[in-house]
């Protein structure tokens, strides 16, 4: 099946250094989605990249459709201890799916150290 | 907050037992998917329901079913329940349609022990 490979699993920064995770898969998908999720909370969608190659901003966050349409990666900037959460990488599957039927990646745990 | 809610929020059962967790979806939403994350697991996809209609099912067994009600809100059943199904399960409600974004509920803490 299709799958979703995030890396890294987890990462402990310092405050005010940038981040950089990806996502990558043997897959093609049309739409790339970048989540946050909170302990106790659903995942919320931060960025939706709709076209290979967009680059799309949202604040300090950054994401990035690849050229090959088989990954994506979100940058942060200039972290703060709000960013901590875990970020889940997403996408509707190619045959038939929505936002509402996504695969989701294994996710990337951030730590920030204030 | 995203309009979507579910209840319980916490919830022990015992292995055997069968459960019915609740989703109310946001306002104008039709459309209504499931999902089941297991501890330091990305959410998977059970099924969506639309129109009152189970319409896409990910790969989970015929004892996870769904109903979905004329208001939109719905509901997930699992039957014969096993330790495996202890996870957080997700709901989130969407417009028919390929781009409308997807808001997700809270959760529903399910132990089976």
């Known amino acids: 099946g299709q799958q979703l490979n995030q890396s890294p699993q987890s990462m402990f920064i310092q405050e005010g250094e940038d981040v950089s995770m990806n996502c990558t898969s043997s897959s093609i998908f049309n739409t790339w989605l970048w989540y946050k999720q909170e302990p106790g909370e659903g995942p919320v969608l931060l960025i939706a990249?709709?076209?290979?190659?967009e680059l799309t901003s949202n604040g300090r966050l950054t994401a990035q459709f690849g050229i090959t349409r088989k990954d994506s990666f979100l940058n942060i900037s200039a972290s703060i201890p709000s960013d901590v959460g875990i970020y889940f990488c997403?996408?509707?599957?190619?045959?038939?799916?929505?936002?509402?039927?996504?695969?989701f990646g294994k996710g990337t745990k951030l730590s920030v150290k204030p | 907050e995203t309009g979507v809610t579910q209840s319980p929020t916490h919830l022990i059962k015992t292995r055997g037992q069968q459960v019915t967790l609740r989703c109310s979806s946001q306002s104008g939403h039709n459309t209504v998917s499931w999902y089941q994350q297991a501890l330091g697991q990305g959410p998977q996809f059970i099924f969506q329901y639309y129109r009152e209609e189970e319409n896409g099912r990910g790969n989970f067994p015929p004892r996870f079913s769904g109903l979905q009600f004329p208001n939109y809100s719905s509901e997930l059943n699992v039957n014969a329940l096993e330790l495996d199904d202890s996870a957080l399960y997700l709901c989130a409600s969407s417009l028919a349609g390929g781009d409308t974004e997807a808001f997700f509920g809270q959760g529903t803490r399910l132990t089976v022990v």
């Open positions: 990249l709709y076209k290979a190659g």
């Open positions: 997403a996408a509707p599957p190619n045959y038939g799916g929505s936002q509402g039927n996504l695969i």
